[in-house]
């Protein structure tokens, strides 16, 4: 489609009067939709085509602040015309640039994966460990969730953020509009820290296993290049910043790691044993920062939730 055709069909839109309203949902004048349909059965006219004629139908709408307009003559035109081969090709290049980076991360982490594996670092992890964890998540992500260690629920599947707390994690991706499969997931231990015989429950990792096993998450950062961090509880601080501080001196403001944003919060964990609303706040507070820093929509309800 030429400039002076996409022009063309601008000044139509623009000098025609409103129609009679569309009886679907879209708010968009009948011959809007008719020339959406007709647009959509043409030959010529594949996707990128169609999504730059509408993108540009829509910026027409913002800026005169009516709904745009088509004649059949206009329609014809564009109809007919054949997609400029450089919209096409950019699409598509972008797209396989997007999927090809993201393969070579996932290779570059399965890499990674197989010699955690195998560690026997610290002997005495290797020997009680059902599996290691290493993480999970888009290898490609743009934000990415740190946490201390894995718990006895993570040992047994292979999987962080399993437990109660992890599903309380999913809750706080969900109200972010965030899949668990959008972001990435990781621990500074792959392996769930060792009980004592006949003891239940979780124990917080050492310093020196945490400085052994800390290579690993750095190689894991440094492939995915995630645009945030966020780091949940004092734990996953240490290990990832060798910083020692308490938890209300910490949290609620921008950090960095190696030039990432870093944001710290508050494990679930700890929302789970302290259901005081004021603490959900301060967590969800985080969260809208890391939302606005990743230039994400926010909605009012979203501004206003509670976990």
Not at 211 to 220: F, G, I, M, S, V
Request: with cysteine; hydrophobic share 40%.
């Amino acid at each position: 489609m030429g400039a002076s055709d996409l022009r063309g069909a601008q000044l139509e839109f623009g000098a025609r009067r409103a129609g009679p309203k569309c009886t679907c949902a879209c708010g968009f004048p009948k011959s809007f939709a008719v020339a959406r349909g007709i647009l959509d059965d043409s030959p010529h006219m594949t996707q990128p085509g169609l999504d730059l004629v509408i993108a540009t139908l829509e910026k027409i709408r913002e800026k005169n602040g009516r709904a745009p307009r088509a004649s059949r003559t206009a329609l014809q035109r564009l109809q007919n015309a054949p997609v400029a081969s450089s919209v096409l090709e950019a699409g598509t290049s972008f797209s396989a640039q997007q999927a090809q980076a993201a393969q070579s991360k996932a290779n570059l982490l399965a890499a990674v994966r197989e010699r955690v594996n195998g560690c026997t670092k610290c002997a005495h992890l290797a020997c009680t460990r059902t599996q290691t964890v290493f993480g999970i998540g888009n290898p490609d992500a743009d934000l990415m969730f740190i946490g201390e260690a894995p718990g006895a629920d993570e040992d047994q599947q292979g999987e962080p953020f399993v437990g109660r707390a992890g599903q309380l994690l999913t809750r706080i991706l969900k109200a972010m509009n965030f899949a668990r499969e959008d972001v990435y997931i990781a621990n500074i231990l792959k392996c769930r820290p060792d009980m004592p015989a006949g003891s239940s429950g979780n124990r917080a990792p050492t310093p020196m296993e945490m400085q052994t096993c800390r290579p690993y998450l750095l190689e894991q950062i440094d492939i995915i290049q995630p645009s945030v961090l966020v780091a949940l509880g004092a734990v996953a601080v240490e290990g990832l910043l060798g910083t020692r501080a308490a938890m209300r001196e910490l949290r609620g403001r921008w950090h960095t790691y190696n030039n990432i944003p870093l944001m710290i919060t508050y494990h679930p964990a700890y929302l789970l044993r302290n259901q005081a609303p004021s603490e959900k706040r301060k967590v969800w507070e985080d969260m809208l920062q890391v939302m606005e820093r990743l230039e994400l929509p926010i909605s009012e309800r979203q501004r206003n939730y509670f976990l």
